[in-house]
C-alpha cells in the first residue's frame, strides 16, 4: 500500500511540476527577444456587423522587439517607433506606451517561439461605431 502510495504522489508531483512549468513560460515576460510577424488576420465591424475580414495576411514587414528593462521597438517598413512596455499575467496582456498612446494586446497563445497577440480598435465615426479586430502571429527571431 505504501508502494503505491508513494508511486502514486510521485506521480501528482511530476504532473504539477509539468503543468507549473507550462504555465510558467505561457505568463511571465519571456517574450523578450525579437519577434518578426509571420501571418495575421483583421476583422472590421460596423455597428456590430462585419463588414469586411482577411484571415490570411502574410509577408508582414513588422518586428517587435521586447527588452528586459521595459523598453521596447516596433518596426515596420523600416520605420521604428520606441515605447514602453509591460506585461499583466493575471490578464495576460502585454501593453506598450508610446508617449501616452497606450496600446493593449491580449496574448492568445504563446510557447518559447511563437505568439499570438489580439488587438481590437474602436471608434465612432458620423454616428456608426466601427470596431477593427487584428490577430498577429509573431515568432521568435534566430
Do not use: H
Request: aromatic share 10%.
Amino acid at each position: 500500500m505504501t508502494k503505491k502510495r508513494n508511486a502514486l504522489l510521485g506521480f501528482l508531483a511530476a504532473i504539477l511540476v509539468l503543468t507549473a512549468c507550462t504555465n510558467l513560460e505561457k505568463i511571465l515576460p519571456a517574450n523578450t527577444g525579437t519577434w518578426n510577424a509571420v501571418s495575421g488576420s483583421v476583422t472590421i465591424l460596423e455597428d456590430g456587423t462585419p463588414v469586411t475580414s482577411d484571415s490570411s495576411i502574410t509577408n508582414i514587414d513588422v518586428t517587435y522587439q521586447f527588452n528586459e528593462d521595459g523598453s521596447g521597438s516596433y518596426t515596420e517598413d523600416g520605420q521604428t517607433t520606441n515605447f514602453t512596455w509591460t506585461y499583466d499575467a493575471e490578464a495576460e496582456q502585454i501593453t506598450t506606451d508610446d508617449s501616452g498612446l497606450a496600446i493593449t494586446y491580449d496574448v492568445l497563445d504563446y510557447t518559447r517561439n511563437t505568439m499570438t497577440l489580439f488587438f481590437p480598435f474602436e471608434i465612432e465615426f458620423l454616428g456608426i461605431t466601427i470596431r477593427t479586430e487584428s490577430t498577429l502571429n509573431l515568432e521568435r527571431a534566430e
